[in-house]
Every structure is written in C-alpha cells, then in structure tokens.
C-alpha cells in the first residue's frame, strides 16, 4: 500500500504518475501478480516488479512516457529466457509477466484518496483494472486476483484491495508480540486475543491491528470460518490451548498450528482420543508449531513459525528450484 500512498502524495503536489502494475506471471517471474511499482515526473521511484535490469529497462520506458506526456495504459510482456525473439527482459529465471503502464494524473486524486480510505478502514473492496483506467468497486464474493485478456484493447484485470492475509494469533503473551511483529514485516493483517485484557504484551501490542479480549470458550464466534486465514494459538497454559484447539479443529484454515513441547502435544493427542477424536482429525495441523530450527527466545520462535507460514502459504506457487542438489 505503501505505492498509493507515495502516489496520492505526488497528486496532491500536481505531480504525475506512471504506474507499474504486474497483471499475470508465470513460470519462475520474479515479479508476481499484483507487484506494483511506481515513477513520477519529479524522478522518484517506489516499490518493485521484480527487481534486475527488467526493472531497470521498463523503469527508463515509464520515464519516457512521462516526459512525452501521460496516454493510454500500455500493456509490455517480458520474457525471462532467451528463447523469445522478442520482449526479452534481460533475465534468465524462466516464465514471463505482463505489466501494465497506467497513466495517473491528477484528475485521480479523489480516487486514489478513496482507495486509501478503504483500505485504511479493511473494507471489502476489489480494484479493477481495464484500457478505460481503474475503479473501485464492492469485493463480492471472489477472492484474489483475476486476469480476462483478449487483445491489448479488450482485457480486465481485477484484485481485492487488501491484499494483506489474515493471521489469529490467540495469546498476546511475549511470543504473540514477536510473532505479531515478524508477520507485520511480512504483510499480513493481524488479529491478536487474550482473556487478559490487563496483560502488558496484549494491551501494549502496537504491531496488531486489532486486540480481541476473548472468552476461549467462544473464540470459534470470534475468528469465523475463512479458508485462507492463518490461525496460531499460544495461550497462557495447556488447559486453555487445548480449549482452542477443540473449537477450531473441524474448521479449515489456510494454516492451523499450536504451540508447545513435545510432550505437551503427546498428552494433548492421547486426551483427544480418550474422549473420541480420531487422530485424522488433527492430521491437518501443525502441532508443534514452526519449523526444528532450535529457537528458545520468543524472537526466534516468532521466525521459525513465520517460516513455516511462509513455506505453506507459498507452496504452490512456481519457484525455479527442484528441491534437488544442482549439477551440471
């Protein structure tokens, strides 16, 4: 969001924009879907499409067209190979992106300060792009972005607003602050909750955008059932960890995980089972939670579970690696 943000502020000075908009790749693109970039007529520059001298050519290009005089939205394929007579980007990754060069004077400064608000307020709104320039509109019931292309005069692109994923992080103790604040670095809308409201790391957690003092006896109500939500549960103590489990276990979220020891997942399973909840019922689940990567300090902790967010959130994404050891 940071880009709209330096884009209203060059409005606002009679400064146009020219901006970069990543609307589909594929393969191994160093610029995903969504990726956005954008350049002024004063020279300055924020954000990225991928970075390298791809970025660096279509960057001079947007300068170019800035100092001619802003058109029409131009849509550029770049390839990263050097199979394509054409449109060769510079790089050798593989795959390709297509980026839009969109045109904003500042006639679209009340627009772009709607956006801002929007997203400023999580409200549920998607952004669609077409040649005739951008609108907002109501989210509806898609998620994520989509890409209708028929020719360089007939296409629509649209994605939601607040594109940031959601993570529950239920327990605001010292662990719930670091993880608040390494899942902030990483873009994701943060929802935290305590049935301590008194408790210093919850009450004083400025990384949250939202603190829920909860009832855990209730926590499902609260959190909601969204598949692509993250969920992280790190109570006080077992007893209470173990209540939060039971009321999220037959939701499907993007990403469930619980802290604890070993031993604390041992004696969470074998009670589970003594009161009749088949073991594949938690096989979905990432107990404990994060990846062996020998953290002790809630800092380190807070990395190895974002880590393992990471590795699932992405996972089906392209990422040029095979998983085997490189030979020639």
């Known amino acids: 969001m940071n880009t709209w943000h330096f884009i209203h502020g060059k409005l606002e000075v009679g400064i146009p924009v020219l901006l970069l908009w990543v609307l589909e790749s594929e393969g191994s693109s160093p610029g995903r879907r969504g990726f956005k970039m954008a350049v002024s007529a004063d020279g300055a520059i924020t954000g990225s499409i991928g970075g390298g001298i791809m970025e660096h050519k279509l960057v001079e290009k947007a300068r170019a067209l800035l100092q001619a005089g802003l058109g029409d939205i131009l849509l550029q394929r770049q390839y990263h190979d050097k199979e394509h007579s054409r449109d060769q980007s510079g790089l050798i990754c593989s795959g390709s992106q297509l980026v839009a060069f969109v045109p904003i004077g500042p006639e679209k400064e009340a627009l772009v300060n709607s956006l801002l608000e929007a997203y400023a307020g999580h409200h549920d709104t998607r952004i669609r792009l077409s040649p005739g320039g951008f609108a907002l509109e109501p989210a509806g019931h898609p998620s994520g972005s989509h890409f209708a292309y028929r020719d360089d005069t007939d296409w629509s692109y649209s994605e939601r607003l607040d594109q940031r994923p959601v993570i529950h992080i239920i327990g605001g103790g010292h662990v719930g602050l670091a993880l608040s604040q390494q899942m902030t670095l990483l873009g994701f809308y943060i929802r935290i909750y ?135």
Request: a negative charge; proline letters at 6%; one cysteine or more.
């Open 194 to 328: 305590d049935n301590r409201p008194e408790l210093n790391t919850f009450a004083g957690n400025t990384h949250a955008q939202e603190r829920v003092v909860a009832d855990y006896e209730t926590i499902d109500a609260l959190i909601g059932d969204r598949p692509d939500d993250y969920v992280v549960i790190m109570t006080f103590g077992y007893r209470d960890d173990k209540t939060v489990f039971r009321r999220l276990l037959g939701r499907k979220y993007a990403y469930l995980g619980m802290m604890g020891s070993e031993s604390k997942v041992l004696t969470l399973m074998r009670e589970l089972q003594q009161e009749g909840i088949s073991p594949e019922a938690w096989q979905h689940c990432f107990i404990p939670v994060g990846l062996p990567i020998y953290s002790k300090t809630p800092a380190e902790i807070a990395v190895s579970i974002a880590a393992e967010i990471i590795r699932e959130k992405n996972r089906e994404l392209p990422t040029g690696r095979s998983g085997l050891p490189l030979s020639l």
